[in-house]
């Protein structure tokens, strides 16, 4: 049994035992990419290279253009450059939750195309199921499950949310049947909308069937310039020198190329823990079927989930914007936080006490104002890119993937058509205007969490459309 003291929760309504050392023997390391298993570094690009197609980024959003363009037009010659490692940022160091939904959920949707969303809503349910078909055609191991996701209720006025009145809706009782925990009020499942996955082991599958239909893969190749031919575009890297005739830029938060796109988004640093192994014991103590993923319904929420291995990993809550929108090695192990995420596991999870974390680690997330991706293109429609997805790239940067193709195809399809698509979300102002009001924004939303009010800066955001998320 491990020493413990205790500690005020945030909300300031209970006092929690949490365990003082369950920290102490944690790596910083994403729990993904700390896998024997991870492919060797590909070589940097080096030379005169000339393609069809170019791919900027070694995430999800590259990894299925490059993939998709093949796809979609057997004998098309694509190269994709990463400038660090195949999913070594925001694709290798999120929970795995693979979201249908391509607007950041039903509200958020709904306000802002209400003519379309109910297009949008089936077209992520097709990208999802699009998803799930690549990875059994090429028989890509990566603890794919689609068994949706329970959002619960831990504070009284978050009930009225989930819908009682509704088909589905499960009280206390119920919900702690599903998932057993003294903090839930109440629950609902999405059984259909979400499928948890190894984010890695799914990149590099990816990056291994498009390297078997002909992509060409460079890892350590930073994109450094970018310009016109007459023919095209050519993209200047430290050692080479590539002709593409079209070019999808798909660095997300890392977006330096096209100003538009850097003054959309802010980088937000998202933290995670991951325990040690559970028993069987444990697991049932709990009751958790492992193909359930969970969120709690508080503005600042948690995202949990059980890994392939039956580790619990337990992330968000605590979104960190550093001013200047400040990138750097520095931010990533950020004590208070982990404690905090540490504290909050204990009193959600009781029955665990003594359960020790083994991986601790954040990763930068491309936030934009409307909580979801922005899409479009530069050099006279010779480059695409899309950027924001504010914590849903997972699944969604495969519905990106085909926009951006059809864009620098110049195909008018559905998907182009769509308003989602053609608008842009208001940029975020300079500093220190974005510093003070993501702070105020933060504080705001953590009183509506406690009081279950909405302040009138919140209403003045939501009537023009903007907001701060993760």
Request: aromatic share 8%.
């Amino acid at each position: 049994m491990t020493d413990t003291h205790v500690d005020d929760v945030v909300d300031g309504d209970r006092h929690t035992p949490w365990p003082a050392d369950s920290l102490d023997d944690s790596v910083l390391m994403p729990l993904w990419l700390d896998n024997p298993a991870r492919p060797v570094a590909r070589q940097e690009a080096s030379g005169a290279l000339d393609t069809d197609l170019l791919v900027v980024g070694g995430g999800f959003t590259g990894l299925w253009t490059a993939l998709r363009a093949v796809e979609r037009h057997p004998g098309r010659s694509v190269t994709l450059i990463e400038a660090d490692r195949i999913a070594e940022h925001a694709t290798g160091r999120n929970g795995g939750f693979c979201e249908a939904s391509l607007t950041h959920g039903e509200n958020n949707g709904r306000s802002r195309w209400p003519g379309e969303y109910d297009r949008l809503h089936a077209l992520g349910v097709e990208n999802l199921d699009g998803i799930e078909e690549t990875i059994e055609r090429h028989g890509i191991d990566c603890g794919f499950v689609r068994g949706g996701t329970l959002l619960v209720a831990t504070r009284p006025h978050e009930v009225a949310g989930l819908e009682p009145e509704q088909e589905g809706f499960l009280d206390a009782a119920s919900v702690r049947t599903v998932v057993d925990s003294p903090t839930y009020l109440a629950g609902r499942l999405h059984p259909d909308g979400c499928a948890l996955v190894d984010p890695a082991r799914l990149a590099w599958g990816l990056a291994q069937t498009a390297e078997r239909l002909g992509v060409r893969i460079f890892e350590g190749t930073r994109l450094d310039a970018l310009r016109r031919r007459d023919d095209g575009l050519e993209a200047t890297t430290g050692a080479a020198v590539i002709r593409a005739r079209r070019v999808v830029v798909a660095t997300n938060v890392f977006h330096d190329q096209f100003r538009r796109a850097k003054w959309s988004i802010v980088p937000v640093y998202d933290y995670v823990l991951a325990t040690e192994p559970l028993t069987e014991a444990q697991l049932r103590s709990i009751g958790w079927d492992p193909s359930i993923g969970i969120a709690d319904s508080g503005n600042q929420f948690h995202y949990y989930r059980v890994t392939p291995d039956r580790r619990i990993l337990w992330g968000g809550y605590d979104a960190i914007y550093h001013f200047g929108r400040s990138m750097a090695d520095e931010h990533d192990d950020r004590r208070a936080t982990f404690e905090t995420l540490a504290r909050n596991f204990a009193e959600t999870f009781p029955q665990l006490q003594g359960i020790r974390f083994t991986h601790r680690w954040s990763g930068v997330i491309d936030t934009s104002t409307r909580f979801c991706a922005m899409f479009g293109t530069a050099h006279r429609g010779r480059a695409a890119y899309a950027t924001g997805f504010t914590g849903l790239g997972v699944g969604a940067s495969r519905f990106a993937a085909d926009v951006m193709l059809d864009l620098v195809d110049g195909e008018s399809t559905e998907r182009t058509r769509l308003k989602m698509v053609r608008s842009k979300p208001l940029p975020f102002p300079p500093e220190p205007l974005a510093w003070l009001g993501i702070q105020v924004t933060r504080w705001a939303m953590a009183r509506e969490d406690a009081t279950g009010r909405r302040n009138l800066w919140l209403r003045i955001l939501d009537r023009l459309g903007l907001g701060f998320d993760s």
